[in-house]
C-alpha cells in the first residue's frame, strides 16, 4: 500500500512524507496509538517508500506554502513523496518477501536457532528475540535497497533488558537502517528509548468513518464497536467477525448482567470463560501466528471491558443524562446498573474492573476471575438478593 492510500492517518503520514521531502529522516520513529488504527499499515507504506528504487517526488511547491494538515480523513493523501508501486522493492514488499524488510514480533522466537528458545512462550518482548532477529540482521548490508527497515509491533513490550539491548543501534542504526516501534503505551518505553526517537501520534477515527467502513453489519453493531474501541477500526472490524459475534455475545453479557442474582453467579462465570474461549478460537483463524493465550486473555478482557463501559455509561446517566453512552442499545439494563450500583458503586466497581484485568494480565486464577468479580459486584451490597 501506498501512504497516499493510508485511511484516517494525514497528520501520521504528512510528518513522515515531509522528513522524506526534506531530507529530515529520523534513525527511528516510535508510532504511538492504539491498536488497530494504521500504524503497522502506515510502518509498511513508509517502509516501502524507504525502500523504493524509484520514489515519487512530491508535485506541491515547498516555497513556503505549508502542507495543510488539517485536511483530516481524505483517504487519499495530498500529492506527496511516495512509493512508486512498480519497482523490483515495492512488489517484493506488497508480496511480504522484502529482504531489507524486518517485522519484529515476540512470537518470533519459536523461529529461534536456539532449540531451547523455541520452546519457550513469552509475555513480553524478549532479549533473545531482539538480539537474534534484529541486532544480528541489522549489521548484515541490505541485499536489494539502499536502506534496510525493522518494524517492531508490540513494542510497549520490551523489557529494560530488551530495551537497553536496542539502545546503540537506535542510535545509530548500522547499514543506513531505520527502525520504527509501534507503541501502544508510551509509558512503557525508558526515556533513553524514547529520546533516540521521533514520535509520531496516531489518533483514533471518527464513529462516522468507522461505520462506513463497516457497511456489512448495522449502523447500530457499528456505532457501539466504534464507541467501545474508542475509535479503532481495526479492533471494531476483527470483533465483527468472530463467531458468535462480539456484539451478541455482549448483548447477552449485559442482559445477564443487569438482571444477576447471587445464585446464577457460578452459571453466569462458567457462560463468561467458554464464551471466551469460542471467541479466542474464532479470534485465532482471524489471526493467523498468533498467540493463543495472549488472544484468550484478550477476548476474556473484551468482557471486563464491556463491563467497564456499562459502568461508564451508568456514571454518565447519573450526570450527564446519558448522551453519547457506548451501550446506547440496552439503555434499559444500563439504567438497571444505575439503579442498583449508583453513581458512586459504578466508579468502585470501575476500579474493581480494572484489577481484574491485571489478575488476566498477570495470568492469576484464569478460572476463578470472574466468578470473584461478579461476586464483589453482588458483595458491594446494593443488590438485593
Ligand atoms: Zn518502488
Not at 80 to 85: E, F, M, T, Y
Not at 91 to 103: E, K, Q, T
Request: hydrophobic letters at 40%; one cysteine or more; aromatic letters at 8%.
Amino acid at each position: 500500500m501506498k501512504l497516499g492510500d493510508i485511511f484516517c492517518q494525514d497528520r501520521a503520514v504528512n510528518t513522515l512524507t515531509r522528513a522524506f521531502e526534506t531530507g529530515r529522516l529520523a534513525h527511528a520513529y516510535i508510532f504511538d496509538g492504539i491498536d488497530g488504527i494504521g500504524r503497522f499499515t502506515t510502518a509498511k507504506a513508509f517502509a516501502r517508500l524507504l525502500l523504493c528504487k524509484s520514489p515519487e517526488i512530491a508535485t506541491l511547491s515547498r516555497n513556503g506554502t505549508p502542507r495543510n494538515d488539517k485536511t483530516p480523513c481524505t483517504g487519499q493523501g495530498a500529492k506527496q513523496a511516495d512509493s512508486c508501486g512498480k519497482c523490483e522493492s515495492c512488489r517484493m514488499l506488497d508480496a511480504d518477501n522484502h529482504p531489507d524488510f524486518h517485522h519484529i514480533y515476540k512470537e518470533l522466537i519459536q523461529f529461534s536457532s536456539d532449540p531451547t528458545n523455541r520452546k519457550k512462550q513469552p509475555i513480553d518482548l524478549p532479549i533473545d528475540v531482539i538480539r537474534e532477529f534484529l541486532i544480528e540482521k541489522i549489521q548484515i548490508r541490505p541485499s536489494l535497497s539502499a536502506s534496510k527497515v525493522f518494524v517492531i509491533s508490540e513494542s510497549e513490550k520490551l523489557n529494560a533488558a530488551s530495551q537497553n539491548a536496542l539502545l546503540k543501534v537506535l542510535e545509530e542504526p548500522p547499514n543506513k537502517s531505520f527502525i520504527i516501534l509501534l507503541c501502544s503505551k508510551l509509558d512503557n518505553l525508558l526515556p533513553t528509548t524514547r529520546s533516540r526517537s521521533q514520535i509520531v501520534h496516531f489518533g483514533p477515527l471518527s464513529e462516522e468513518k468507522i461505520i462506513e467502513k463497516m457497511p456489512e453489519v448495522s449502523q447500530t453493531e457499528a456505532r457501539y464497536l466504534a464507541r467501545l474501541t474508542n475509535g479503532s477500526l481495526g479492533q471494531a472490524q476483527i470483533l465483527s467477525k468472530l463467531e458468535p459475534s462480539f456484539y451478541s455475545v455482549k448483548k447477552e453479557f449485559l442482559d445477564r448482567f443487569s438482571a444477576l442474582q447471587i445464585a446464577d453467579t457460578v452459571d453466569f462465570a462458567q457462560w463468561i470463560n467458554t464464551t471466551a474461549g469460542k471467541l479466542t478460537e474464532s479470534w485465532l483463524k482471524l489471526k493467523a501466528g498468533a498467540s493463543k493465550s495472549d488472544l484468550g486473555r484478550t477476548a476474556k478482557k473484551m468482557f471486563v471491558l464491556s463491563l467497564i463501559s456499562a459502568f461508564s455509561d451508568a456514571m454518565k446517566v447519573s450526570f450527564a443524562g446519558g448522551e453519547k453512552i457506548t451501550n446506547f442499545d440496552q439503555s434499559q439494563q444500563v439504567k438497571s446498573i444505575v439503579q442498583k450500583f449508583g453513581q458512586l458503586g459504578s466508579a468502585d466497581l470501575i476500579e474493581t474492573c480494572y484489577e481484574t484485568i491485571r489478575f488476566i494480565d498477570a495470568s492469576v486464577n484464569e478460572k476463578l476471575v470472574f466468578e470473584h468479580l461478579l461476586l464483589t459486584c453482588l458483595n458491594y451490597g446494593i443488590i438485593k438478593v
